[in-house]
C-alpha cells in the first residue's frame, strides 16, 4: 500500500508530492492527461514572490514583468511600473513539466493518462479507482485537481459555490512587448480582458466573464486596440471555469482537497499557482505528521482546513467583496475610479507593498477612496 495517492498532476500535486516524498513517504501522482502541462490553460503570470518563497524553477520564464498599462472605458489609463520585478510570464508545459520532475526526483511516482473516477474511504486506507481500469490503494489522498472535479463532493465536502469562466488564445502578434490589461463593461462586465506577452512575438489575449467567456473573446479580438497587432488568425480559444469562493470543507478522513478544487485562487485575478503553493505546503506539513503518527481521522487533518483559510481566507473574502461592486459599476464609474486610483495614493500603496499576490490592503484603501468620492453613476440600476 501506498502513502499517499495525489490526484493532479499540475503544480501544486506535484509539489505536494516532492515534500512528502523527501519526507521518506511513498507517494504516487495521477495525471489524467498524457503529458504533464498539457492543455495549457493559464497565462503562465506567476507573481515574483512566488518563485523566491518556493524556489520555483526559472529556466521556463519568457518575460520578466516590471510594468503593467491598465486601460479603461472613455480613454482612461494608468502605467504600473515596480523598480524590482514583479512577475513572471513562464511557459507552463515547461513551468509543470519541471515540477514533476523534481517530485520524481524525491522519489515520487507519476502515472499519466489515468482518471480517478473515485476514491472510496475505509478504516484500512483508501481506495483510488481508474480509467480505464484498475485501483490503487493508500493510506491517504491528496485531491488537486481542477476545479470541476466531482470527487470533492462524492466524499462530502460539498461543492464550490460558484465560477467566472477564462478565455484565452496564444497568438502572433506586433508590437505588444507590456501586460495590458482592459477594463470596461463591453468587454468583460464586472471583470477585465489582459494581452500578456509570451514568447516573442505571440502573447496571451484573453478575458475572465461570467457569461459567453469565448463569445466575449471574438468580440475583445475584434476591438480596435486589439485586432490591428494580430499578426495571425487566432486559434480557437481555450476556456475553463475559475471557482469564486472555497469549498464548505477541504479535509474530512484520510482526504484533503487543495489548489482550485479547493477554491484556493486570487478570486480579483483568478491566479491559483501561488495560493495553491501556500496551501500545500500546510497540507505537506499537516499529512506528514499524521501519517508518521498513523492518526489520519477528520479530526487530526482539520488542522489543514483551519491552517490554510487562516493563511489565505481574507485574501479570498475580500477578492469576492470587489468583485460584487465591481459587477455594479458602469463604464463612467469604472473610469471614474481607474484616474482616482492614479491620484489618490492607491498605485502608490501597490509600489510600496511591491505585491502581485496579496491585494486585501489595496481593495480596503479602494473602499476608502469609494466611500469619500463615489460618483452617482458607480451603481447600476
Same mark, same amino acid.
Given at each position: 500500500?501506498?502513502?499517499?495517492?495525489?490526484?493532479?498532476g &499540475?503544480?501544486?500535486?506535484?509539489?505536494?508530492?516532492?515534500?512528502?516524498?523527501?519526507?521518506?513517504?511513498?507517494?504516487?501522482?495521477? +495525471?489524467?492527461?498524457?503529458?504533464?502541462?498539457?492543455?495549457?490553460?493559464?497565462?503562465?503570470?506567476?507573481? =515574483?514572490?512566488?518563485?523566491?518563497?518556493?524556489?520555483?524553477?526559472?529556466?521556463?520564464?519568457?518575460?520578466? @514583468?516590471?510594468?503593467?498599462?491598465?486601460?479603461?472605458p472613455?480613454?482612461?489609463?494608468?502605467?504600473?511600473t515596480?523598480?524590482?520585478?514583479?512577475?513572471?510570464?513562464?511557459?507552463?508545459?515547461?513551468?509543470d513539466?519541471?515540477?514533476?520532475?523534481?517530485?520524481?526526483?524525491?522519489?515520487?511516482?507519476?502515472q499519466?493518462?489515468?482518471?480517478?473516477?473515485?476514491?472510496?474511504?475505509?478504516p484500512?486506507?483508501?481506495? @483510488?479507482?481508474?480509467?480505464?481500469?484498475?485501483?490503487?490503494?493508500?493510506?491517504?489522498?491528496v485531491?488537486?485537481? &481542477?476545479?470541476?472535479?466531482?470527487?470533492?463532493?462524492?466524499?462530502?465536502?460539498?461543492?464550490?459555490?460558484?465560477?467566472?469562466?477564462?478565455?484565452?488564445?496564444?497568438?502572433?502578434?506586433?508590437?505588444?512587448?507590456?501586460?495590458?490589461?482592459?477594463?470596461?463593461?463591453?468587454?468583460?462586465?464586472? *471583470?477585465?480582458?489582459?494581452?500578456?506577452p *509570451?514568447?516573442? &512575438?505571440?502573447?496571451?489575449?484573453?478575458?475572465?466573464?461570467?457569461?459567453?467567456?469565448?463569445?466575449?473573446?471574438?468580440?475583445?479580438?475584434?476591438?480596435?486596440?486589439?485586432?490591428p497587432?494580430?499578426? #495571425?488568425?487566432?486559434?480557437?480559444?481555450?476556456?475553463?471555469? $475559475?471557482p469564486?469562493?472555497? $469549498?464548505?470543507?477541504?479535509?474530512?478522513?484520510?482526504?484533503? @482537497?487543495?489548489?482550485?478544487?479547493?477554491?484556493?485562487?486570487?478570486?480579483?485575478?483568478?491566479?491559483?499557482?501561488?495560493?495553491?503553493?501556500?496551501?500545500?505546503?500546510?497540507?505537506?506539513?499537516?499529512?506528514a505528521?499524521a501519517? #508518521?503518527?498513523?492518526?489520519?481521522?477528520?479530526?487530526?487533518?482539520?488542522?489543514?482546513?483551519?491552517?490554510?483559510?487562516? @493563511?489565505?481566507?481574507? +485574501?479570498?473574502?475580500?477578492?469576492?467583496r470587489?468583485?460584487?461592486? #465591481?459587477?455594479?459599476?458602469?463604464?463612467?464609474?469604472?473610469?471614474?475610479?481607474?484616474?482616482?486610483?492614479?491620484?489618490?495614493?492607491?498605485? =502608490?500603496?501597490?509600489?510600496?507593498?511591491?505585491?502581485?499576490?496579496?491585494?486585501?490592503?489595496?481593495?480596503?484603501? $479602494?473602499f476608502?477612496?469609494? #466611500?469619500? *468620492?463615489?460618483?452617482?453613476?458607480?451603481?447600476?440600476?
Open positions: 500500500m501506498l502513502d499517499v495517492v495525489i490526484v493532479g &499540475g503544480p501544486v500535486g506535484c509539489y505536494a508530492a516532492a515534500g512528502l516524498a523527501r519526507r521518506g513517504y511513498r507517494v504516487l501522482v495521477i +495525471e489524467e492527461h498524457p503529458h504533464i502541462g498539457l492543455p495549457a490553460r493559464c497565462t503562465g503570470l506567476i507573481g =515574483e514572490e512566488a518563485f523566491h518563497r518556493f524556489d520555483l524553477p526559472t529556466e521556463p520564464t519568457q518575460r520578466v @514583468v516590471n510594468i503593467v498599462n491598465v486601460y479603461g472613455c480613454g482612461t489609463a494608468v502605467r504600473y515596480t523598480a524590482r520585478p514583479l512577475a513572471r510570464v513562464v511557459h507552463r508545459p515547461q513551468f513539466a519541471a515540477l514533476a520532475a523534481r517530485a520524481q526526483a524525491a522519489g515520487a511516482g507519476l499519466l493518462g489515468a482518471r480517478v473516477t473515485a476514491v472510496q474511504v475505509a484500512t486506507g483508501c481506495t @483510488v479507482s481508474l480509467a480505464p481500469g484498475g485501483s490503487v490503494r493508500a493510506r491517504a489522498v485531491l488537486a485537481t &481542477g476545479a470541476r472535479s466531482p470527487l470533492p463532493g462524492q466524499l462530502g465536502l460539498g461543492q464550490l459555490p460558484r465560477f467566472i469562466f477564462g478565455a484565452q488564445v496564444e497568438v502572433a502578434v506586433r508590437e505588444v512587448e507590456e501586460v495590458e490589461v482592459y477594463l470596461g463593461r463591453t468587454l468583460s462586465p464586472g *471583470s477585465f480582458a489582459w494581452v500578456v *509570451s514568447a516573442p &512575438g505571440h502573447a496571451r489575449i484573453g478575458l475572465m466573464a461570467y457569461d459567453h467567456p469565448a463569445a466575449r473573446l471574438a468580440n475583445l479580438l475584434q476591438d480596435d486596440r486589439i485586432r497587432r494580430l499578426a #495571425a488568425p487566432p486559434p480557437p480559444p481555450t476556456v475553463a471555469p $475559475l469564486l469562493g472555497t $469549498l464548505p470543507a477541504t479535509a474530512t478522513d484520510r482526504v484533503l @482537497v487543495v489548489g482550485e478544487a479547493a477554491g484556493q485562487v486570487k478570486t480579483t485575478t483568478g491566479g491559483g499557482v501561488y495560493f495553491g503553493l501556500l496551501a500545500a505546503a500546510i497540507a505537506v506539513d499537516v499529512l505528521g501519517l #508518521a503518527d498513523d492518526d489520519l481521522g477528520r479530526d487530526r487533518l482539520a488542522a489543514y482546513d483551519r491552517r490554510w483559510r487562516t @493563511v489565505l481566507g481574507r +485574501e479570498i473574502r475580500m477578492g469576492l470587489l468583485r460584487r461592486w #465591481a459587477r455594479r459599476l458602469d463604464d463612467a464609474a469604472i473610469a471614474f475610479f481607474l484616474d482616482l486610483a492614479a491620484r489618490n495614493g492607491i498605485l =502608490e500603496t501597490v509600489r510600496r507593498l511591491g505585491t502581485f499576490d496579496w491585494h486585501a490592503p489595496v481593495i480596503r484603501k $479602494l476608502g477612496a469609494r #466611500a469619500h *468620492s463615489a460618483p452617482a453613476t458607480s451603481r447600476r440600476r
